[in-house]
């Protein structure tokens, strides 16, 4: 698959309409070039959709986009307006969930494209983020960036949950977490090391936390994906220290997708499969 990977999966209310918003800057490579959604329903014969339905509902509706030049594949997961109130899995969810920085050669533009290619979503205006060389927004209750810099993703912690984050990401999954510079925004931040692409965890006193009709903080429809893991040694540290759950447990093709103790969900590769 390639060393570069900046992955982001997240939860969207209008399929079709958050499609036209990412293809108006770029996002134009479908996944296996199908021509459709994905349609996953909590039925007999459908696996996939019983095993994710505790989670994220009966029914939900997955497209997977990518930009060819960034390389950037986000994930969409629409939910049904009776999943986003599901109770989630465990009983500390990720704090402040994702944000997800778009590369683009001129952020004020594609705002202003992506906005006109779906009006009907719920768009803030953008905001300046100098120590991103961009403009912040959400739309969908989802925070994003439009960078000049590389696709990154900062997963949000408030401090009082940062520890436990901290010993899975390096003792569980084995990744290096790197004191960074915050630049003046008073934030502590860790850039994680070795799992391609860039991640950085935010940790912040009083992080922003999405309320539960917005769904975007459900398990497995805002996610991040994380490349070179050593699941067979994770899988021994997970059992052992009790730190993390398998959504769906590591396959013969080196895939993984795990919940960890502060709620992340995260996809892993095998570094074979990398």
């Known amino acids: 698959m390639g060393e570069t990977q900046a992955h982001h999966g997240v939860t969207v209310s209008d399929l079709e309409a958050m499609t036209a918003a990412i293809a108006a800057i770029g996002f134009t490579a479908i996944e296996g070039d199908a021509t459709e959604p994905r349609n996953y329903r909590n039925e007999p014969g459908d696996a996939v959709g019983q095993m994710i339905a505790p989670t994220l509902g009966d029914e939900i509706r997955t497209w997977f986009i990518e930009n060819p030049a960034t390389r950037q594949q986000l994930d969409l997961v629409e939910l049904t307006a009776q999943g986003t109130r599901l109770d989630r899995p465990g009983e500390a969810p990720a704090q402040g969930d994702l944000t997800i920085g778009i590369a683009t050669d001129d952020p004020d533009g594609a705002y202003r494209a992506m906005r006109e290619a779906a009006p009907g979503l719920e768009w803030s205006a953008t905001s300046p983020c100098p120590e991103e060389d961009g403009v912040a927004f959400t739309v969908d209750s989802q925070r994003y960036v439009l960078t000049r810099d590389e696709p990154f993703v900062y997963v949000h912690y408030a401090r009082s949950g940062f520890a436990t984050a901290w010993r899975f990401f390096q003792r569980v999954l084995g990744y290096r977490l790197k004191s960074i510079s915050t630049q003046g925004t008073g934030d502590e931040r860790w850039a994680l090391e070795g799992g391609g692409g860039r991640v950085e965890l935010v940790v912040e006193q009083g992080t922003p936390v999405a309320g539960p009709d917005a769904g975007k903080r459900y398990l497995g429809s805002n996610h991040f994906r994380l490349l070179n893991a050593d699941l067979e040694a994770i899988a021994e540290r997970v059992e052992s220290?009790?730190?993390?759950?398998?959504?769906?447990?590591?396959?013969?093709?080196?895939?993984?997708?795990?919940?960890?103790?502060?709620?992340?969900?995260?996809?892993?590769?095998?570094r074979s499969a990398s």
């Open 241 to 270: 220290s009790g730190l993390g759950t398998w959504f769906f447990p590591p396959n013969e093709a080196g895939f993984s997708q795990i919940i960890g103790p502060t709620g992340e969900f995260i996809e892993l590769y095998d």
